[in-house]
């Protein structure tokens, strides 16, 4: 990023999309992005592990 500034985003939900949506970002060339999860449940990905 040119302005040195580090993007947030928050993902509202664990399930199967929520969890595939923060590998995506996560797996992004940009460095500067934090991933948060945001889930009731005990674990995240649940749809994808079961």
Do not use: A, E, G, K
């Given at each position: 990023m040119t302005d040195g500034s580090r993007k947030s985003i928050v993902i509202i939900g664990g399930g199967a999309s929520g969890?595939?949506?923060a590998m995506h970002l996560m797996r992004s060339k940009n460095?500067?992005?934090?991933?948060?999860i945001i889930e009731k449940r005990d674990r995240a990905g649940t749809g994808l592990f079961d």
């Open positions: 969890t595939i949506l460095p500067d992005i934090r991933v948060t």
